[in-house]
């Protein structure tokens, strides 16, 4: 019996000794992963021992559309339990998820917009010229135009995001895909992202995100000219 009550009082002072070297996480949101010294702890809730003297921990928090978080844990610090809040990375706030960005869709064009004449020779200049009038709504330049070999883009456009070291940039590409039995335009709004300092040409990434001020150009792209078809 008194080696049992022994065991006890032991097990107590050994989990009042860890409790009182342990330092535990809390993060908001919960499915944000918990690195501690490059390992990884935990989704929302981790702890850790805490260090002795000048030595120190290293905290690195990652959650997809949120900020990183990266701070130290020293060995003087006081505290037991620490908490954090993640703030939404700018870029998702102000951008949307779109399917049909980074590749081709083809719109139909709208009967008003063409001729045909006796000869088969489709004539799309009323749609071209609204074509570029869309365009220039949402770019501050044509990079290219070919009418009689089909095909325009735009500039790249960049935009840098509040809270955010990202940065997006778009443009669109477009292809005159006609013929006597179809009418048709084809058109790409491509969309890549990259970090907001200095980023190269070749660091840019593909992304299905579009900035929400561009969301309309899809749109018009699609309502305007014609009807969306088929990929």
């Known amino acids: 019996m008194k080696r049992l009550l022994l065991f006890i009082i032991l097990l107590f002072f050994v ?7 342990t330092v535990k996480i809390s993060v908001e949101p919960q499915e944000a992963s918990i690195y501690i010294d490059n390992n990884f702890a935990g989704y929302g809730f981790a702890e850790f021992k ?9 905290i690195r928090i990652e959650c997809s559309e949120y900020n990183t978080i990266l701070t130290k844990y020293y060995g003087t610090d006081r505290r037991k339990s620490i908490s954090f809040t993640m703030q939404q990375d700018g870029l998702y706030r102000a951008s949307a998820a779109s399917g049909i960005v980074n590749k081709y869709f083809t719109v139909l064009i709208d009967p008003q917009y063409y001729t045909i004449d006796s000869n088969g020779h489709v ?8 074509l570029h009038q869309i365009l220039l709504n949402y770019f501050n330049e044509i990079a290219s135009t070919d009418y009689d070999g089909g095909y325009v883009q735009t500039i790249w456009q960049y935009k840098h995001f509040t809270l955010s070291d990202k ?18 335009f084809q058109i790409k709004v491509d969309s890549e992202i990259a970090s907001a300092y200095e980023a ?4 840019f990434e593909a992304i299905d995100r579009i900035p929400k001020e561009f969301e309309g ?8 000219i014609g009807k969306v078809s088929s990929l």
């Open 217 to 224: 150009i899809i749109q018009e792209l699609q309502t305007r």
């Open 15 to 21: 989990f009042v000794g860890y409790s009182q070297n």
């Open 123 to 130: 004539d799309v200049s009323k749609a071209w010229k609204l």
């Open 200 to 203: 190269k040409h070749g660091e």
């Open 167 to 184: 940065q997006i940039r778009n443009r669109v590409t477009i292809r005159d895909i006609s013929t006597p039995s179809r009418v048709a």
């Open 50 to 58: 805490k260090p002795r003297g000048r030595k120190v921990v290293v």
